[in-house]
């Protein structure tokens, strides 16, 4: 496990991952801007936008102080935020108005993108702890709109094959969280931090 953990934390892993984002990146978001000239769904154009933002700024982040070493840290962050650009359109919807909870996801993950700034990266490293902007309501708020616009494309794109992606990212999204905080709380800072900002992802409730 070490092994492979060290493998990820390699200039070779970071450039195949690089790469890997591309092209998963340039078939969602044709996939995304296609549908949008088909049906004129403004909320495609909203979440490829998103998509679009962390890809770019996880290519600029910043260097970090550390990073985490263990492999499963790393399958879980890749995998988490890979999972996102298998999402598909189609014509199956349960409830056509959620684009608008799209819509306000997209734009939230958009504010959060632009608080964290250069300090997002794929998997838990020790930067700039940001305590300003949406981080002063909880304490993952990009996750936070992870599942708010997850989850209402897959109530606007109702397929199986979104069905089982949502879920798969859900339950990768939790555990890379619950892991992530736990190698940060070994800084001083980030322990202040929980103390000050007490949920994760939902207000009074987690």
């Known amino acids: 496990m070490h092994t492979l953990a ?16 591309a ?15 088909h049906d004129g769904d403004w909320s495609y154009l909203l979440f490829c936008a998103a998509e679009t933002l962390a890809a770019l700024f996880f290519l600029v982040r910043s260097a970090p102080v550390s990073v985490s070493t263990d492999a499963g840290d790393w399958l879980l962050a890749i995998g988490a935020t890979f999972a996102p650009f298998f999402f598909a359109p189609s014509d199956m919807t349960i409830w056509p108005a959620a684009q608008y909870l799209l819509a306000t ?3 939230l993950q958009i504010a959060g993108l632009l608080s964290l700034n250069r300090s997002f990266g794929l998997v838990a490293a020790r930067r700039d702890i940001k305590t ?18 997850s989850s209402a494309y897959l109530l606007t794109n ?14 990768m999204l939790v555990a890379r969280l619950l892991r992530e905080e736990r190698f940060l709380a070994t800084d001083v800072r ?5 103390r000050q900002v007490k949920y994760r992802l939902l207000p009074f409730i987690f």
């Open 6 to 21: 060290h493998f990820f934390g390699s200039r070779r892993a970071s450039l195949l991952t690089g790469i890997a984002m």
């Open 190 to 194: 980030y322990r202040v931090y929980m």
């Open 132 to 149: 300003g902007g949406m981080y002063r309501v909880v304490r993952h708020p990009v996750y936070a709109s992870y599942v708010l616009s």
């Open 105 to 107: 996801g997209s734009l």
């Open 158 to 171: 109702a397929s199986p094959a979104n069905a089982v992606v949502y879920a798969a990212a859900m339950l």
């Open 23 to 37: 092209c998963l990146w340039g078939m969602f978001a044709s996939a995304h801007v296609f549908a949008f000239l």
